[in-house]
């Protein structure tokens, strides 16, 4: 089908899951009725939707304006007081709560902490404490890197108290990286560590704050927590360690009366496509998001014990470790270290150590587990899961299924929640009492979100027919812009299509209103004639046996406008050979046609990927002509990725 102004669709999945009445029964919201009476209410007044909703947090003073929509500059809850903390912790103490655990962490090497409710404000308010005897004021920035260690949790707790803003910087990170987004930010203060535990090393962050600190003239102050003992510089002056700093420090903090539209945190994309922008989000609109959602996609009860993998350096952790489930008075874990230390049976051992009953995980974690054979997660029982989620990427059908079997066990629900650092919260996904899920689709729109497809001039695309995925209305926890500079706030974001936030993802919107989503637009190859995204051929690939991830890109070619390379790897066990190549590509024509017939096979061990694990195409486009890259690799998880796929070349 010739598609001009849109993206050509491909991908024939028809798999459906319908939600089991035993979990329908107990979930929040129980049914498709349900569901649809919440988008029906969120229609037909939006003001009082959230309003209604917002009700929910703890105010100290009520807001006089719902929304304050003056494109593309949004304000929610106009006039009201509340305090991100407070919501998260304080409001928890009054009834049985308080000793209810709230963050159940463990160590890389073992070692465990549980912090109730009552522990983390004591914790919390000790740190904001210190942190107001340094210098640091309402509106101050405070940058953070430091691995997944409670003290993470518990200094952006601190910051939300008094109001101070910060910008958490994902400990993977080089000095490099590091120092522009300290200074993008001016922060006074960095708070790190002594390193932490990962792949049963010790991961320097000291010796990368001090270089950056050296070309970052706003920071006044820097905070060691000691966490693995190694000896480290600590300069005079300037240097201060974290239990240092704590002693003595009161216990009690007022939790500030901010306004609504406070900046809670700074926090920089991914950087697949470019260079990472700072995206700046609010405290209403922001925890409202993040609440509403981790209730209803994860039907989080007070008896749950959920579990998010990702580093709270990324926008995942903000939400979804941290604000989200802590605003619900969850029970959320934090683990340190990696996922396969010291053997790929780790996450799994979790799962049934702390009764893990919703987990939270990305696909580039699903298909590495996958890749590593279904024996690990054969050595637990996992029966204590109830709801499985992936984020990040789309997810192709193949790891959907696995995840869904060998996981879930064939009983839980899987939410496939698509959503973005920039919205704040979940704004596409099931919700798992309701939604019948297809695997590879994130299928229906939050309630109160209004998500699009449309063609390159802005008009709905057709049923099936791939576009650009765009939001037609503003909603509480979008970006409020990107920090420092509006401009790029408004042309990254409102420009391409006149009053709709464009996600800069493809779609597509089956018949029964299912969104599909294809990739970036930016990795749209051109192939005589019909616009592809990447989702569609890299998920049939990875419908092959033997191929556990995939990634597609562009090649220019004179006849075809542009040939399709795929760079592929494969099972353990399984050998690279030209009759496997020979055979992938008669298998992806089987599944979804010609037009989509890689014209090259590239075997590769790894991906390139940035340091959040999603797939960096742009770079292998360069590779796949041959080119230097020249782009942001500032985000790039490995570099000898690059040169090894360079080297294959040659
Ligand atoms: P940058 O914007 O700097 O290139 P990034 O887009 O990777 O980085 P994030 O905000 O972490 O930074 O990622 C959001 C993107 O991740 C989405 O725009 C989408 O491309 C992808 N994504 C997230 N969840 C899903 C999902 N469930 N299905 C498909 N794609 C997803
Ligand atoms: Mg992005």
């Known amino acids: 089908m010739q598609n001009e102004k849109g993206i050509t669709s491909v991908l024939n999945e028809r798999r459906k899951f319908k939600p089991s009445p035993a979990f329908s029964r107990l ?71 308080k000793n209810k655990a709230a963050i159940i962490w463990e160590g890389e090497p073992g070692d465990v902490r549980v912090l109730t409710y009552q522990d983390l404000y004591r914790e919390v308010c000790i740190c904001a404490n210190a942190l107001k005897s340094q210098g640091v004021k309402k509106g101050d920035r405070v940058s953070i890197y430091l691995p997944m260690i409670p003290e993470l949790a518990i200094t952006m707790l601190a910051c939300a108290r008094i109001g101070v803003t910060h910008s958490i910087i994902f400990g993977g990170f080089s000095a490099v990286a590091l120092c522009d987004r300290i200074n993008d930010a001016s922060a006074k203060i960095v708070i790190t560590s002594d390193g932490g535990y990962r792949k049963g090393e010790i991961v320097d962050l000291k010796e990368k704050v001090d270089e950056a600190v050296l070309k970052a003239p706003s920071v006044q102050r820097v905070v060691v927590v000691r966490r693995t003992g190694i000896p480290v510089a600590m300069k005079e002056g300037r240097d201060i360690w974290w239990h240092d700093l704590m002693k003595g420090m009161p216990d009690r903090c007022k939790a500030e009366a901010l306004d609504s539209e406070h900046p809670l945190f700074i926090l920089y994309t991914s950087g697949t496509t470019g260079k990472p922008k700072g995206v700046v989000h609010s405290t209403a609109g922001y925890l409202l998001g993040a609440m509403m959602t981790s209730r209803w996609v994860f039907d989080l009860k007070d008896t749950d014990t959920y579990w998010c993998t990702a580093d709270i350096g990324w926008v995942t952790g903000h939400s979804y470790v941290v604000y989200g489930i802590l ?114 689709s994130a299928t229906l729109p939050i309630p109160g979100i209004f998500p699009e497809v449309v063609d390159r001039d802005g008009v709905k695309a057709a049923t099936n027919t791939g576009g650009y995925l765009v939001i037609k209305r503003p909603w509480p926890s979008m970006l409020r812009t990107v920090w420092g500079d509006p401009k790029r706030y408004e042309k990254q974001y ?55 991830e995939a990634a597609v890109v562009g090649k220019p070619d004179e006849i075809k406008g542009t040939a399709i390379v795929a760079f592929v790897t494969l099972r353990s066990g399984q050998q690279p050979s030209d009759a ?66 360079r080297q294959d070349e040659d």
Request: with cysteine; hydrophobic share 40%.
């Open 580 to 645: 496997l190549k020979a055979a992938l590509r008669a298998h992806v024509e089987k599944e979804i046609g010609v037009i989509a017939r890689p014209d090259d096979i590239r075997f590769t061990e790894n991906l390139p990927k940035t340091r959040s694990g999603k797939i960096m195409r742009r770079l292998l486009r360069d590779i796949a002509v041959g080119r230097e890259t020249t782009g942001d690799i500032t985000t790039l998880e490995d570099y000898t990725i690059l040169a090894k796929l």
């Open 327 to 440: 605003a619900n008075g969850g029970t959320t874990v934090m683990y340190e270290g990696a996922p396969t230390y010291p053997t790929p049976g780790r996450l799994w051992e979790m799962v049934d150590k702390y009764h893990v009953n919703i987990f939270y995980t990305a696909p580039t974690a699903i298909r590495a587990l996958m890749k590593l054979g279904d024996t690990w997660p054969k050595q637990s029982r996992l029966s204590s899961l109830r709801l499985l989620g992936t984020v990040g990427e789309p997810i192709n059908p193949t790891a959907w299924t696995w995840y869904h079997k060998v996981i879930g066990g064939g009983r839980c629900p899987i939410v496939d929640t698509w959503w973005q650092t920039e919205t704040g919260a979940i704004m596409i996904s099931p919700l798992p009492g309701a939604t019948e899920t297809k695997p590879g």
């Open 494 to 548: 409102w420009s391409d299509f006149p009053g709709c936030y464009f996600t800069g993802d493809g779609a597509r919107c089956d018949q029964d209103g299912y969104f599909w989503v294809m990739g970036r637009v930016d990795d749209v190859m051109n192939v005589s004639g019909h616009r592809l995204g990447t989702m569609e051929i890299e998920s049939a690939l990875v419908s092959a046996p033997a191929v556990a």
């Open 27 to 97: 979930a929040h919201v129980k049914s498709m009725q349900a569901y649809k009476r919440l988008c029906k209410a969120a229609e037909r007044n939006p003001d009082a939707f959230w309003a209604s909703l917002a009700k929910e947090m703890d105010w100290f003073s009520p807001w006089k304006t719902v929304c304050d929509w003056n494109p593309p500059f949004a304000k929610w809850f106009v006039g009201g007081k509340m305090n991100v903390a407070h919501n998260c912790i304080d409001r928890h103490l009054i009834g049985w709560r």
